[in-house]
């Protein structure tokens, strides 16, 4: 491994925990029925939802390879799926993986 990767891994790893870190002890003072956590909230999906549609629609990397059709088709199944199981992550989160890498090899 490189320096310059491990000062990498290193400079976003302290980025990481020291934010992580600052958030836990300023959330003593936010109430979760507060404005500000609202907004955090609401902050914090927009990035989500950003990064999964810029995966989908901007693929790089093997998912290029899948085609835009099977992508959303993958997306609305596995939404369909985390609502019928109340919200659990892990099952849409699986069936996406397998569901994709079977539409892509047909």
Known sequence: MSVSIFYAILVTSLATFLSR?????????????SKLFKWFNCLAYATL?????????????VLVEATYFSRFL????????????KK????????????LSTISFF
């Open 21 to 33: 870190f600052l958030g836990a002890i300023s959330s003593e003072g936010i109430k979760e029925t």
């Open 88 to 99: 659990n992550y892990v099952y849409p989160t699986v069936f996406s993986a397998i569901f």
């Open 74 to 85: 993958v997306v609305l199944f596995s939404l369909l799926i985390f609502f019928i199981f």
């Open 49 to 61: 939802a950003a990064l999964i549609s810029r995966t989908i629609i901007f693929p790089v990397g």
